[in-house]
């Protein structure tokens, strides 16, 4: 059972234009989301995590959504920039859990 | 270094053969993970230490797969009779500590081919 779902396996966005990766979950108890992103042969670099008592957290060009009816997670990247191109991956946690990666999303930012 | 330094980077092994990773976390992280990365997969948990104790051994795929962490610090992950399966980049993490909202840093990843 797959609890944390990247639909998207890739995506492409013009470089300055808004680039939105999106993730689902099913498990109500999961309190605590976090962005990795990873280049090729390199280990996945944390960008930017979220708890469930927020529905937003920003950081310079990234900025996290929590919409927990919908338990639905998403990732704002505005501009986007070609060092932004990678593989994103969401995860949550509930409590003192493991953390349950998505399957990861393409993304490609093209000049 | 200041990060997660994982060694080998790089293992070519035939089937069979035991192989041993190693995993140094960020000085102070008394939480470390093993995760691997299959081909196209996302990152699936091995097991966990909180200090140089495994309270979650779950994620370990069979009983070839054993773990441990001295001193609290630096952990190997050892395979036994490696099988083709097995094939896959083993990535260690640490944390301040587990119980907290802390995020994880990962290491590079041993890329690990059997043969």
């Known amino acids: 059972d797959q609890q944390v779902k990247q639909n998207s396996p890739s995506l492409s966005v013009q470089e300055g234009r808004i680039s939105i990766l999106n993730c689902d979950y099913t498990n109500s108890m999961f309190d605590y989301f976090l962005w990795y992103k990873k280049y090729p042969a390199e280990g996945p670099t944390f960008l930017i995590s979220?708890?469930?008592?927020?529905d937003k957290n920003e950081d310079g060009r990234f900025t996290v959504f929590l919409n927990k009816s919908a338990k639905h997670l998403s990732l704002h990247i505005v501009p986007s920039q070609p060092g932004d191109s990678a593989v994103y991956f969401c995860?949550?946690?509930?409590?003192?859990?493991?953390?349950?990666f998505g399957q990861g999303t393409r993304l490609t930012i093209n000049p | 270094g200041a990060g997660v330094s994982q060694s080998p980077s790089n293992k070519v092994t035939e089937k069979g053969k035991d192989v041993e990773l190693r995993c140094d976390p960020i000085?102070?992280?008394?939480?470390l993970y093993w995760y691997r990365q299959s081909l196209g997969q996302g990152l699936e948990f091995l097991i966990y230490?909180?200090?140089?104790?495994?309270?979650?051994k779950s994620g370990l795929p069979s009983d070839r797969f054993s773990a441990e962490r001295t001193g609290g610090s630096v952990s190997t992950l050892t395979i036994q009779r490696t099988q083709q399966e097995d094939s896959a980049v083993y990535l260690c993490?640490?944390?301040?500590?587990?119980?907290?909202?802390?995020?994880?840093?990962f290491g590079d990843g041993t890329r690990l081919s059997i043969l």
């Open positions: 979220i708890s469930s008592i927020k």
């Open positions: 230490f909180q200090g140089n104790s495994a309270p979650d």
């Open positions: 993490a640490s944390s301040l500590e587990r119980g907290l909202n802390q995020p994880q840093h």
């Open positions: 995860a949550a946690k509930a409590s003192a859990q493991k953390l349950v």
């Open positions: 000085s102070g992280h008394t939480a």
